[in-house]
């Protein structure tokens, strides 16, 4: 088979490449993306190229013919995170193309709505389809009622429950990913993604990890691959810059999750109800009747409020950014003036 079919190359991505570069331009995918490094997937096989640094795993990019990087395709999915200690930065891009992104619940310990809800809001932002992946169904006797829990929180996202120890469920989430599409898992440390992978991939009868490629000399060098092919058309992703997400820029992620909660806003008696005593306040009164719980309410302020936080900071730094440009520009409009003035009254 064709290496780049093995990682999701369909004719969809064929149109789009003929659509987007010249012929003669040859496509290929991102298995892994270092500082100013990639290796990637080629019809031919895989290869270690210099590269630009805006690529990242999952990118599908045209060649010229001596291994240059003609570009990218523009991506269909994108996850990218703030650096939590730079509010300013700008958002550091993870990972592409990813269609399914499977948000894993271990069940050998109580549900963290909370983050649950953030991964899910960041899942659906990136573009991509999130699935609840459950974890670890052999222990799940240890707490009981985590996954009516998780379905109920999920809020329609498909749920699956796997256990990679006694191999429940994989073959169900195998069947979920078709020929061509990707599947990256997000999830807390400990949670099972490794050895959900692996088993995913021992079952696929391929190894994970260590991949031989071919570099600008020719030379052969053994790498650990990002992208892993199920097989049969399916991709798995497993990159570590995937670990340790963050919440960036969610706002229309916060509505799929909370669609429910920003619809009783409408039925407030007041337009700017800042849903705390005002009457007639629609969030109070669905969180009295126990149509709302308050617990929900609290995590959709408290993300509400760090998206706004993260706004504000970011304002603040492109105020700066127009500050030193409108100065530029105002001392170039006084040089001219100053010119012009010079000039008339010579
Ligand atoms: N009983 C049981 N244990 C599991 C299962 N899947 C994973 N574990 C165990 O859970 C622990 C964590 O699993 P990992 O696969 O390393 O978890 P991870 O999400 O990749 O963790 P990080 O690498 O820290 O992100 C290991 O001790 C696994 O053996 C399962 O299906 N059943
Ligand atoms: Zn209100």
């Not at 190359?9 to 331009?25: C, E, K, M, N, Q």
């Amino acid at each position: 088979m064709n290496t780049l079919l093995q990682y999701g190359f369909t004719d969809r991505i064929g149109a789009l490449f003929s659509f987007h570069f010249p012929s003669g331009v040859q496509p290929a995918r991102i298995v892994r993306a270092d500082r100013g490094r990639v290796l990637v997937a080629t019809p031919d096989g895989i290869l270690h190229l210099d590269s630009p640094d805006s690529l990242v795993t999952g990118d599908w990019i045209g060649l010229v013919g001596d291994g240059r990087i003609a570009g990218h395709l523009p991506r269909s999915s994108l996850l990218q995170r703030k650096r939590a200690y730079d509010p300013l930065s700008e958002a550091q891009a993870l990972a592409a193309n990813i269609d399914l992104l499977g948000v894993v619940v271990p069940l050998d310990r109580p549900l963290s709505t909370n983050r649950l809800e953030r991964t899910l809001v960041a899942a659906w932002d990136s573009g991509a389809v999130p699935l609840v992946v459950l974890t670890k169904a052999d222990l799940s006797s240890r707490f009981d009622g985590v996954v009516a829990e998780t379905v109920d929180r999920a809020r329609g996202v498909e749920v699956l429950t796997t256990s990679a120890e006694v191999g429940d469920g994989l073959e169900h989430l195998r069947g979920r990913i078709g020929a061509g599409q990707t599947l990256a898992l997000l999830g807390p440390s400990g949670a099972g993604k490794s050895s959900l992978i692996n088993a995913l991939v021992d079952d696929a009868r391929q190894g994970t990890g260590e991949v031989r490629a071919t570099d600008g000399r020719g030379r052969h060098t053994t790498t650990a691959r990002e992208l892993v092919p199920l097989g049969d058309g399916g991709v798995l992703m497993d990159t570590p810059g995937l670990r340790g997400f963050a919440l960036w820029d969610a706002e229309d992620g916060l509505s799929q999750v909370f669609g429910d909660v920003e619809e009783l806003f409408a039925r407030c008696r007041f337009r700017d109800c800042a849903h705390e005593s005002e009457p007639g306040c629609a969030v109070q009164s669905a969180i009295a009747s126990g149509d709302l719980e308050e617990r929900r309410w609290l995590s959709y302020r408290k993300m509400d409020r760090e998206l706004a936080s993260l706004h504000r900071r970011q304002n603040v730094a492109e105020q700066r950014r127009y500050g030193r440009s409108f100065h530029r520009v105002a001392q170039e409009a006084a040089r001219a003036k100053d010119y012009r003035n010079r000039f008339r009254e010579g």
